[in-house]
């Protein structure tokens, strides 16, 4: 397997840690554990996440600032900062859980379907 085959198998294994604590830090139900999922899982898969993502994206010469890269980003960043919104509140509601998992979705449907800037103006 190629360098590139290893950073993105590796990048896909810290998102899927990234949404595991995202999950455990609604489905727990100890304050303490819903704060041991998000820093001591979620904040660091996420940090992972998107240093191999700027990797890949180095490995491959992509521009940093086309649209689903820009908009990764900027959405996985919404969707950290809702969940440690969340858990230091104490909120376990719907309405919280959709605020930190529907950007995650949304960053997935952006990686698959890369659009560009060009596509859209």
Do not use: C, N
Request: glycine letters at 6%; hydrophobic letters at 65%.
């Amino acid at each position: 397997m190629s360098l590139y085959g290893v950073v993105l198998v590796l990048k896909l294994v810290a998102a899927f840690i990234y949404v595991g604590g995202l999950l455990a830090a609604f489905l727990t139900s100890a304050q303490e554990e819903r704060k041991r999922a998000v820093h001591a899982v979620a904040s660091p898969a996420l940090l992972a996440t998107w240093t191999l993502g700027y990797m890949l994206a180095s490995m491959t010469s992509l521009r940093f600032f086309e649209l689903w890269l820009a908009g990764g980003l900027v959405l996985s960043l919404i969707s950290q900062l809702a969940l440690v919104y969340a858990v230091t509140r104490g909120l376990r509601d719907a309405r919280s859980f959709a605020m930190a998992f529907v950007p995650i979705v949304l960053v997935i449907v952006l990686m698959v379907a890369r659009p560009t800037w060009a596509e859209v103006f």
